[in-house]
């Protein structure tokens, strides 16, 4: 588990919380994995109380599994919540890509040619896959904040949990390349103000990108970290 600074005026409660939840996304904990509030308690420096306060925000959150007389786990990744993740995020991109091609301030663009331009120098990198894929979310949050659909954007990240945690999953097996390449087509049609090719790039982006994920978390024995639908 990476442990992080405390941030300015952070009490523990919040440090504990940004900690364990940080670790889950980006799978230091890996799902399934069994927790202990003394062990929790003795890294983070701090006391039973808050831990087991921040791990009842984190089960609410379908993040950690309490099973009785068992003990606390990572929850497996849901694929019920990742479906659910992936068509209110292809749903709603959709439109928010739309809007951005009918005019998107210059800062914003500019901020776009500069994650991008950040995306393809780490692409090549190894275990760059964490880096990756958090300027990957900064891209589409640019999306959505300089359409004003900021609050929408937050909605999507509180449902996308698993989804995130699943993506994360496949891209530390998968290279970079196509979703840069998305990401300049993104950026192409908004630069033309182009409407022609959005339902395209999103499905090829969002959906299509998704189809084989089971099959990729097959061959790289990824199955034991997920939970099925069924």
């Not at 087991?52 to 089960?59: A, D, F, Y």
């Not at 950026?187 to 790039?201: A, H, P, R, T, W």
Request: charged share 30%; glycine share 4%; proline share 1%.
């Amino acid at each position: 588990m990476i442990l992080y600074e405390k941030k300015e005026k952070e009490n523990s409660k919040d440090y504990a919380y940004r900690v364990l939840k940080d670790n889950i996304m980006i799978l230091n904990l890996k799902p399934g994995e069994l927790l202990s509030e003394a062990d929790l308690s003795e890294k983070l420096g701090i006391s039973r109380t808050p831990i087991r306060e921040v791990l009842m925000r984190l089960k609410n959150e379908h993040l950690i599994e309490v099973k009785p007389q068992t003990g606390t786990y990572i929850s497996l990744i849901d694929i019920n919540m990742v479906e659910q993740a992936l068509f209110m995020r292809y749903t709603l991109e959709k439109e928010v890509l739309k809007e951005a091609c009918n005019g998107l301030s210059e800062d914003i663009i500019i901020e776009l040619e500069k994650n991008l331009f950040a995306q393809k120098l780490i692409s090549n990198k190894s275990n760059s896959a964490i880096e990756f894929h958090k300027l990957d979310k900064e891209f589409h949050e640019l999306l959505f904040r300089g359409t004003n659909k900021g609050d929408i954007w937050d909605c999507i990240l509180n449902m996308s949990t698993h989804y995130n945690r699943m993506r994360l999953l496949i891209e530390l097996k998968n290279d970079k390349k196509k979703n840069i390449e998305d990401h300049e087509r993104y950026l192409n049609l908004i630069k033309n103000k182009s409407m022609d090719g959005i339902d395209e790039i999103i499905t090829s982006h969002i959906k299509d990108s998704t189809q084989d994920w089971l099959a990729i978390a097959q061959e790289n024995d990824l199955i034991k970290y997920l939970k099925s639908s069924n």
